[in-house]
């Protein structure tokens, strides 16, 4: 599918900038051409792709409908999915749990869209794609919706309700009245073009962390030793995970910039299973997020909250290692 | 009169480009109007909105969870 770009990389730097295929430069230039070009691609189709789904997804609609029915514990799954297919923005993340709250969904399936909803986002996934192909895309979509969905249900056994702030717990007390909403309906032609500039927009905000990612990927790939992660981290040694998990959960590192840099750490022997651990524990938690989630919940729920989905991104992270 | 623009949002990059468009189309076009910025997230839910940013003009939501294009808010403005 990318061979074209393969193509254009050799002509740049082997033919236009005439360094040589056999240097350490030439390959390490041709690799991050390479590997710059094919992220961006992807990242703008899948981001693309996203708005689309987001511009006609019912929100309002999908609440109603966590409300009313009895799914038989399918709700914890359904919200958290809808975590994963709504674009990550943080300031989003609050209001959206208000709404959900406020409009009588359980706690717990609230919580299982808030685990998802960073954890599976766009830029992560596009990430992925580019940098460890599909199958580990897949294994981290699924086992991310899982988690959410298992966390949320979790996290719902402990009625936690008398822990949010005071003003959500008056929000929920009287019902509000709806909000006077008139939106003039656009075709979807009419929609292409703002769609396209806020992908456009999302590509662009995050560039410079995904070139800043590959270079440095591709810098510590030439110097860091085969298989040195093997030697201190990757024998299996039960701690690895718990630790990197541990020192990702406080991080906030973009997707973009994380990704790269995590794919030289399997190359050079840190299993799979650690890095996916790893990364999920870096964009799903946050001390960012725990700031912005301070304005709702006490922080014997936040540190509740951030317990659990810690505990769970561990245990999945052994269970990586011993299927991948 | 004067128009009454409020935009919601906690102050994420969609927010402020929405602050941009609609800024710009009120100089542009010399609309009476005031542009209020709403960041606290308690008087956002008053508006009982879900996805951020959203637009209200003269306490009417107009629009949620999406930067608008210069021609839509010179719509919705006239």
Redesign the interface.
């Known amino acids: 599918m990318f061979d074209w770009l393969q193509h254009f990389a050799d002509w740049l730097i082997y033919s236009v900038f005439n360094i040589g295929a056999e240097t350490h430069l030439g390959t390490a230039l041709n690799f991050f051409v390479f590997d710059t070009l094919k992220i961006l691609i992807l990242l703008f189709f899948i981001v693309f792709l996203m708005g689309i789904i987001?511009?006609y997804f019912p929100?309002?609609r999908l609440?109603g409908y966590l409300n009313r029915k009895k799914l038989y514990g399918l709700e914890y799954f359904f919200s958290s999915v809808f975590g994963a297919i709504t674009p990550f923005?943080?300031?989003?993340s609050?209001?959206?749990f208000?709404?959900?709250v406020?409009g009588g969904i359980p706690l717990g399936v609230t919580f299982s869209f808030l685990v998802t909803s960073p954890l599976v986002n766009e830029v992560a996934v596009a990430m992925f794609l580019g940098m460890f192909g599909i199958k580990a895309t897949l294994i981290y979509a699924v086992s991310g919706i899982l988690l959410g969905t298992i966390g949320g249900w979790l996290l719902g056994k402990f009625k936690l309700e008398p822990l949010l702030s005071d003003?959500v717990k008056k929000?929920l007390d009287n019902k509000?009245?709806?909000?006077?909403?008139?939106?003039?309906k656009?075709t979807f032609y009419q929609r292409l073009?703002?769609i396209s500039?806020?992908a456009w927009?999302i590509v662009k905000?995050v560039l410079l962390y995904v070139v800043l990612g590959i270079a440095i990927g591709a810098a510590m790939h030439g110097y860091v030793p085969e298989n040195f992660f093997n030697t201190y981290l990757g024998g299996g040694q039960w701690w690895t995970v718990p630790l990197a998990v541990l020192v990702a959960v406080p991080m906030y590192a973009n997707a973009a910039g994380i990704v790269p840099i995590v794919q030289v750490f399997v190359a050079k022997g840190v299993p799979l299973g650690t890095a996916i651990a790893f990364m999920m524990a870096t964009v799903g938690l946050s001390i960012p997020e725990a700031t912005?989630l301070k304005?709702?919940m006490s922080l014997k729920l936040i540190a509740i909250f951030f317990g659990i989905v810690t505990l769970c991104i561990i245990i999945s992270g052994y269970l990586f290692n011993l299927v991948l | 009169m004067t128009k009454i623009v409020k935009i919601l949002?906690?102050?994420?990059?969609?927010?402020q480009?929405m602050t941009g468009v609609v800024k710009d189309v009120i100089y542009e076009n010399n609309i009476d109007a005031t542009i209020e910025k709403i960041e606290d997230?308690?008087e956002?839910?008053?508006?009982?909105?879900?996805?951020?940013p959203a637009l209200v003009i003269d306490?009417?939501?107009?629009?949620?969870?999406?930067?608008?294009?210069k021609d839509?808010v010179l719509?919705?403005l006239n």
């Open positions: 987001n511009a929100i309002e609440k923005c943080s300031c989003s609050v209001p959206l208000i709404g959900f406020q003003w929000i509000m009245q709806q909000g006077e909403y008139e939106e003039v656009q073009p703002g500039r806020g927009d905000g912005l304005k709702v | 949002g906690t102050g994420c990059p969609k927010c480009s997230i308690m956002i839910m008053k508006f009982n909105v879900m996805t951020t306490d009417v939501i107009t629009i949620k969870g999406r930067v608008p294009s839509e719509a919705l």
